[in-house]
């Protein structure tokens, strides 16, 4: 008689691992990158309204919101993208493209997050049908690379939509346009090869012959728009200081040392980047309130 093959059952490691690969929560950067401009942005608020109250309101969701959208958005992203990462060496072993989750399961898992986003933001979200345009301008993302070499603009929606809470509102892009625009080119060379044969269009492919050039020019756009945003809310010199010659430093030193050919450098880079530039410029705004909070 013909010995019959029992599968073994998973465990729940197994079960449950991929699914925690798929949210990407040991990497924070993501959400660090969605959540910094609306830190600046609350800053803006609390130095023109002094609602120190509101200001916590605002912070308190949106750490728990800026996670919850980069899980969601990973995991859209990787169920899009699944044929697509089994093409390219650093995402190859990706749950979705190794088919560690079943499809059906993923988008299940992924309107879950969805809701739960939703869900936190209800509180300072007035009228709520405001987050309507924030989803559809999620679900474009992983199809934006095959239409243009600018992706990350179309998350532009999301990261730069205004909160406001009762009469405050907050506008947490008003900072954060060329900085990702610089750090997306960064972190496309990642996968430039890969991206090429497959046919994908990034900020690396577009200006493949210029990329310093490009990164020096968003580097000067970005200090502009940092330094307008001061002279319009009356910051001081510790802004100016921290806020502007810290970040111009910063970018300028990884336009000139980032290694563009080398994945891991371009990693490094495009972490730190983040990590870094996030707290200089936030604790310059605080440094530079021009009106303590009076409610």
């Not at 699914?19 to 608020?45: C, D, K």
């Not at 200006?207 to 990164?215: A, E, G, K, L, S």
Request: aromatic content about 10%; charged content about 15%.
């Amino acid at each position: 008689m013909a010995c019959v093959h029992t599968p073994r059952p998973k465990s729940g490691l197994e079960t449950i691992g991929p699914y925690f690969e798929l949210i990407r929560l040991s990497n924070p950067v993501g959400s660090l990158m969605i959540y910094f401009p609306h830190l600046f942005g609350s800053l803006v608020a609390l130095s023109d309204q002094g609602f120190l109250h509101r200001f916590l309101l605002v912070n308190s969701i949106c750490i728990p919101a800026s996670i919850m959208l980069h899980t969601a958005g990973c995991s859209w992203n990787d169920i899009i993208d699944a044929n697509l990462d089994r093409q390219v060496i650093r995402t190859h072993a990706r749950p979705m493209a190794r088919g560690a989750i079943l499809v059906k399961n993923a988008l299940i898992f992924t309107s879950m997050e969805t809701l739960l986003w939703l869900a936190l933001l209800r509180p300072i979200y007035h009228p709520f049908w405001w987050t309507a345009p924030l989803i559809p301008s999620t679900m474009m993302y992983p199809y934006a690379k095959w239409l243009t070499s600018y992706p990350s603009l179309t998350l532009g929606p999301i990261i730069a939509a205004r909160l406001r809470v009762d009469d405050a509102i907050y506008h947490p892009g008003i900072l954060d346009r060329s900085q990702k625009s610089l750090l997306d080119m960064v972190y496309a060379h990642q996968d430039k090869k890969d991206d090429i044969a497959a046919g994908i269009r990034s900020l690396a492919i577009a200006f493949n012959h210029q990329p310093r050039i490009i990164m020096a020019a968003l580097t000067v756009a970005k200090i502009s728009l940092i330094w307008l945003t001061g002279e319009v809310m009356h910051f001081g010199s510790c802004f100016t200081t921290l806020a502007i010659v810290g970040p111009a430093i910063l970018d300028l030193w990884m336009v000139a040392k980032v290694n563009l050919i080398d994945p891991a450098d371009c990693w490094w880079w495009f972490q730190y980047g983040t990590v870094l530039m996030g707290p200089l410029l936030a604790t310059g705004m605080a440094t530079g309130l021009n009106k303590l909070p009076t409610q």
